[in-house]
C-alpha cells in the first residue's frame, strides 16, 4: 500500500470533529448564547426534526449528520458545501469555487431533496447552485439524512435530505433587544465578509432583521491563481412570529440572496476553453406557517404551511472557439461566437397540511398532504461574428447575427401527495419502530419548443426565420410511491442497532424531458415521456454513546432502477419554413430510462475523550456504484476518503483542533472521467469561548487550511468541472460581537 492509501486508511479510524455536545446553547431573554462546557463529545443529544418530529438524534433510527452554527463559525465556511464535506458518506462538489454542491453516498444533487426551511430549492439540473445560495452566517444547523430512508419528502428523495434550518427569532416574558455583528477573512481568495441582525421581541410577538455581504477574488492554489473564480454576495432576512391566541403561533420569513459576478471555472454545462459567469443569480423565499398545538387530548399540533420560493438565474459565456470553412467560391466563411446570454427563471410554489397525534405516551402518528408545482422558463441570446475571408487573407465582409432562443420551453411540473408515519415505542422503551408511506400524482406540461425564435443580421431582424420544432406541447402524469420502516433496538444501557428498508423514487426533473443542445453534428436532447426512477435500499447501523466515547457505524445498500442515462438515437424534427413544413433527422443523445444501478458501502465516525480535555475524533466513508445494465462503473463517485483529528478543550479560553483529511486515489470511473490520485492535508482550527465585554461579548475564531500548501484534486469537482487543483494554505478568522 502507497504512503496516501495508508494514511487514507488510518483517517478511516475516525471521525470528523465536531462540538455537539461540548457546548449547549441556551437562549436567554436577551439573546445572549451562553456556552455551557458541559460535555466534550457528541452523546446524540442534539435535537432534530427532519422526520417532522422533534427527537433526539440518539433515538431515531436513519443515519443523520447535523451540522450546527458552531461547525461554521470555527472553519472557513467559504460556502455550506465545504464544512458538509468534513462529515462521513458527504463528498463536495461543484463547477468552482462559488457553485459547490455535495453527493451522498455517491449520488448527487438530482436525486436528493435539498430544503430551506422546509421549503425545496429546484433548479436547472447542469446549472444548479443550490447549496451556495444560502447564507453561512444565518446557518442554525444542517441536518442530513443519509439514504432514502425518509418518505416523507417524496420525488427525488433517493439518495437523501439536506435540510437547512436558519436562524429564528424567539419568543420571551419579557421585552428585548439584542443583536450581533461579524467579520470574517479569507486569505486564500481575500474574502470580506461582514454581518449583522437585530431581534426584539416579547411573549406575543418577535422580529428578526438580518444582512451579510460577502465579496472574494480568484482563489490562490499551490499552481497559481484559479482564473475567474471570484463572487460577490449579499443576503437580507427578515422573520416574525405572532402569538394571536393561547397555543397558536404564526411565522413569516422572508430571504433574499443575491450574488454577482460569479466566476465558473468550468463546467459540464459549458464544455472547451469558454469563459462563463453568472452576472447575476439570485434566491428568495417568502414562507409562511400557522401552527395550533394541544388541539385534543390525541391531536397534539395541527399546522399549515406555505412557501414561495423564486430564482432568477443569467449568465454570461464567451465560447472563445472559431471555425472556419471554405467556400465553393474559394473564400472563407470564419464563425467566431463572441457571447452567449442563457437564463433561467424557476418559480416553486407549495404548501402543506400536517397533523400529529400522540396516541398514547409510546405511539406517535403523523399524516398529512403537501403540494408544490415548479414552472420554468428559459431563454438565451447567441451573438455570432461571421467574416468573410478571400484567398489573399482580406476580410470582404462581415455579418454580425444574434439568435434569440427558449432552451427548454416553457413548462410546468406538479406533485402533490399524502403521507403518513408512525413511531412506536416497543419492548418497555427498547425498541423504536419509524413506519411510513407515501403516496403522489406528478402533472407536467409544455408549451410547443423552437430551437430559434428569431434571428438579427446587421440590425435586420427576422421574426419568422427557418426553424425546429424541438418538442411539441403537451402534458402528461403519473403515479408514484414512497414507503419506509427504521427499527433501533437497544443491545445495551449505551450501545443500539438500527436498521432501515426504504422504497424511493425520482420523478425526471423538466430539464431531463426537454433539454434541447444542438452541438452542430448532433444533439442531446430529452424525452417528455420518461418514466420515474425507483429505488430500493437497506441500511443497518451500529451506535454506542457514552461519556467519553461515541461511535457510529453504517453499511448500506442501495439498488436503483429505471435510471436516466443518456443512449444513442435519432433526433427526427419538423422544420418550418414560412407555411412550409418538412421533416428531417440528426444523430443525437437522448435521455432514456434503461439503466439499472447498485451503490452499496460504509460510512462511519467516532469521538474518544481519552484524557483529560483532549478529543481523538474521525471519520470514514466508502462507496462503490456500478451500472449492471452496462457492466460499467458509475460516474461521480467519491473515492474512499477520511479524516482523524486532535481536539483540545481548555474551558476557560475555548478550543484548539488539528485535523489530517485525506482520500484514496480513485480509479473507478466512469465513460470519460479521469483517474484522480489521493491525497492528504491538515488543517488547523481554533475558537475562543465569549468574553464578556460589559453588556456586550466578543467571540473569535482563526485557523488554517491545508497548512502544508499540498497540492491535491477533488475527484468530483475535477470530474464535473475544470478545477484540477484545489484551493492552497488559507489563512482565516472570524469575529463576532453580540450585544
Known amino acids: 500500500m502507497n504512503k496516501t492509501l495508508l494514511i487514507a486508511a488510518l483517517c478511516s479510524l475516525a471521525i470528523a470533529p465536531g462540538t455537539y455536545g461540548q457546548n449547549r446553547n441556551i437562549q436567554t431573554p436577551d439573546d445572549d448564547t451562553l456556552s455551557l462546557s458541559e460535555r466534550t463529545i457528541d452523546i446524540g443529544e442534539v435535537v432534530v426534526s427532519s422526520l417532522r418530529i422533534d427527537r433526539k438524534v440518539k433515538e431515531l433510527p436513519a443515519p443523520l449528520t447535523v451540522v450546527r452554527a458552531s461547525d461554521y463559525q470555527k472553519q472557513s465556511s467559504l460556502t455550506l458545501s465545504t464544512v458538509l464535506n468534513r462529515e462521513p458518506g458527504i463528498s463536495l462538489g ?8 455535495i453527493n451522498i453516498r455517491g449520488l448527487n444533487e438530482n436525486r436528493l431533496v435539498t430544503l430551506v426551511d422546509g421549503s425545496r430549492v429546484e433548479t436547472a439540473t447542469d446549472l444548479t447552485a443550490s447549496m451556495s445560495m444560502v447564507d453561512v452566517w444565518e446557518i442554525d444547523r444542517v441536518e442530513v439524512i443519509r439514504g432514502a430512508l425518509s418518505s416523507l419528502y417524496g420525488t427525488g428523495a433517493m439518495g437523501g435530505i439536506i435540510n437547512i434550518i436558519t436562524k429564528d427569532g424567539h419568543f420571551s416574558d419579557q421585552l428585548y433587544v439584542s443583536g450581533n455583528a461579524g467579520a470574517g477573512f479569507a486569505s486564500a481568495n481575500r474574502m470580506y465578509s461582514g454581518h449583522a441582525d437585530v431581534n426584539t421581541g416579547s411573549d406575543k410577538w418577535y422580529v428578526r432583521l438580518s444582512g451579510t455581504y460577502t465579496d472574494a477574488d480568484d482563489m490562490r492554489t499551490p499552481e497559481g491563481t484559479l ?10 432576512g427578515a422573520r416574525a412570529g405572532f402569538r394571536p391566541f393561547d397555543n397558536h403561533v404564526m411565522k413569516i420569513h422572508y430571504q433574499r440572496y443575491m450574488a454577482t459576478d460569479v466566476g465558473i471555472p468550468g463546467g459540464e454545462a459549458f464544455p472547451g476553453p469558454s469563459e462563463a459567469t453568472y452576472t447575476d443569480i439570485g434566491r428568495s423565499l417568502l414562507s409562511a406557517s400557522y401552527e395550533i398545538t394541544s388541539v385534543t387530548g390525541k391531536l397534539s399540533s395541527l399546522r399549515f404551511s406555505y412557501f414561495n420560493q423564486y430564482i432568477d438565474r443569467n449568465v454570461a459565456l464567451e465560447p472563445n472557439t472559431v471555425t472556419e470553412t471554405t467556400l465553393p467560391n474559394g473564400n472563407t466563411q470564419r464563425t467566431t461566437p463572441t457571447l452567449m446570454t442563457p437564463g433561467g427563471k424557476h418559480m416553486t410554489n407549495g404548501g402543506q397540511m400536517q397533523a400529529t397525534f400522540n396516541l398514547s405516551s409510546g405511539n406517535t402518528l403523523i399524516a398529512g398532504a403537501d403540494v408544490w408545482g415548479r414552472r420554468l422558463t428559459t431563454d438565451r441570446t447567441k451573438y455570432v461574428t461571421i467574416d468573410i475571408i478571400n484567398p489573399a487573407g482580406d476580410i470582404i465582409k462581415t455579418n454580425s447575427v444574434v439568435r434569440g432562443e427558449t432552451p427548454i420551453p416553457a413548462s410546468s411540473f406538479t406533485s402533490s401527495g399524502i403521507f403518513i408515519q408512525d413511531e412506536a415505542t416497543l419492548a418497555d422503551g427498547r425498541v423504536t419502530l419509524i413506519t411510513g408511506g407515501r403516496i403522489d400524482g406528478v402533472w407536467v406540461s409544455n408549451e410547443e419548443g423552437y430551437d430559434v425564435d428569431y434571428i438579427i443580421i446587421n440590425d435586420v431582424e427576422n421574426d419568422s426565420p427557418t426553424r425546429r420544432i424541438t418538442f411539441p406541447e403537451g402534458s402528461g402524469r403519473s403515479i408514484s410511491w414512497s414507503a419506509n420502516a427504521g427499527l433501533l433496538y437497544n443491545l445495551t444501557g ?6 432501515n428498508l426504504a422504497r424511493s423514487f425520482r420523478a425526471p426533473s423538466l430539464e431531463e424531458r426537454f433539454k434541447y443542445i444542438d452541438l452542430g453534428n448532433y444533439v442531446r436532447l430529452g424525452d417528455q415521456s420518461l418514466e420515474p426512477e425507483s429505488g430500493l435500499s437497506a441500511d443497518i447501523g451500529l451506535r454506542k454513546w457514552s461519556s467519553v466515547f461515541n461511535f457510529q457505524a453504517d453499511l448500506f445498500v442501495n439498488r436503483l432502477s429505471n435510471l436516466i442515462v443518456e443512449t444513442p438515437g435519432e433526433f427526427i424534427y419538423t422544420t418550418i419554413t414560412g407555411t412550409e413544413f418538412t421533416t428531417d433527422t440528426l444523430p443525437a ?18 469521538e474518544y475523550n481519552f484524557i483529560h480535555n483532549f478529543v481523538l475524533s474521525g471519520s470514514g ?10 457492466g460499467a462503473d458509475l460516474p461521480q463517485i467519491p473515492p474512499f476518503k477520511g479524516r482523524v483529528g486532535l481536539r483540545y478543550n481548555w474551558n476557560r479560553a475555548g478550543t484548539i483542533e488539528l485535523t489530517l483529511a485525506g482520500a484514496a486515489k480513485q480509479t473507478k470511473i466512469g465513460e470519460n472521467e479521469q483517474v484522480t490520485d489521493g491525497y492528504v492535508r491538515l488543517d488547523l482550527a481554533m475558537g475562543s469561548k465569549k468574553i464578556k465585554l460589559g453588556k456586550t461579548g466578543l467571540q473569535l475564531f482563526a485557523g488554517i487550511d491545508n497548512i502544508t500548501d499540498a497540492t491535491y484534486t477533488n475527484h468530483l469537482s475535477t470530474n464535473r468541472g475544470a478545477v484540477s487543483v484545489e484551493p492552497g494554505r488559507n489563512f482565516f478568522m472570524r469575529m463576532n460581537l453580540s450585544f
Open 94 to 101: 461543484g463547477d468552482g469555487i462559488w457553485a459547490t454542491n
Open 227 to 236: 482564473l475567474n473564480s471570484q463572487y460577490t454576495y449579499n443576503n437580507f
Open 494 to 499: 449505551s450501545t443500539d442497532l438500527s436498521f
Open 589 to 606: 443523445l437522448i435521455n432514456s430510462n434503461v439503466s439499472k444501478a447498485v451503490l452499496y458501502g460504509f460510512d462511519l465516525r467516532f
Open 621 to 630: 466513508s466508502y462507496v462503490r456504484g456500478r451500472d449492471t445494465e452496462a
